[in-house]
């Protein structure tokens, strides 16, 4: 098993612009999560997925959305990319919400 | 509101030096408290998940203890590859909620 995978690693956005993190897992796992994580803070949730099709905002949604066509993937769409977007952002999965024990390895972005 | 305080920020040890670090927590309904490790650069790896008040869990050097109130991870005989950032986190009526994090250093 691959796990959570997320793609790219590293991306350097224009302000204004748009992009798409990617991230995938091969676990079958109906909980799907996004985070973001800044220097010295604990991870924030941004949006999660309870299965194919259902989505709900975490505590920071505001400038992305997600989408979940499938239970393998779960990307996240970055609208008019802020320079307070800049960040770590992890993707998650697990079986239920109370069993999370399966991060990516992040992706950094750097919005100038 | 679901809350989740750690501390110290930051704690530096000798090699060998055992001590403990703790996670104050609020939360409706808790249905579980999570322990991570988190090297720079990467993404956060499990370690341990308590689920009632009195329940202790160990692996190697570490072992995790619960309380109603707050969990701690005790570390002893610490080595420097236990260096590290170590999360805490709830799960209560929402998606996990997570501390700022401790941030360990261990000197040989």
């Known amino acids: 098993n691959a796990g959570v995978t997320q793609t790219p690693k590293f991306h350097i956005l224009k302000i204004g612009q748009s992009m798409t993190l990617q991230c995938t897992q091969d676990?079958?796992?109906?909980?799907m999560y996004w985070y973001r994580q800044d220097p010295g803070m604990g991870l924030k949730l941004i949006y999660y997925s309870v299965g194919a099709g259902i989505t709900d905002k975490g505590e920071v949604p505001n400038g992305y959305n997600v989408s979940r066509s499938t239970t393998e993937d779960f990307p996240l769409r970055l609208e008019l990319a802020a320079p307070s977007q800049t960040s770590v952002y992890f993707c998650a999965s697990s079986y239920t919400m109370d069993s999370l024990k399966y991060f990516g390895p992040g992706t950094r972005l750097l919005v100038l | 509101e679901d809350q989740v305080t750690q501390s110290p920020e930051a704690l530096r040890l000798q090699e060998g030096e055992s001590s403990s670090l703790n996670c104050s927590y609020t939360?409706?309904?808790?249905?579980?408290l999570f322990w991570y490790r988190q090297d720079p650069g990467k993404g956060p790896e499990f370690l341990f998940t308590?689920?009632?008040a009195g329940e202790e869990k160990e692996k190697e050097r570490l072992k995790a203890t619960l309380t109603k109130k707050e969990s701690f991870l005790h570390i002893t005989a610490p080595k420097p590859e236990d260096s590290a950032t170590y999360l805490c986190?709830?799960?209560?009526?929402?998606?996990?909620?997570f501390g700022k994090g401790t941030r360990l250093s261990v000197i040989a």
């Open positions: 308590l689920y009632s």
């Open positions: 676990m079958n796992h109906n909980y």
């Open positions: 939360v409706s309904g808790l249905r579980g």
């Open positions: 986190a709830v799960a209560g009526n929402t998606p996990l909620v």
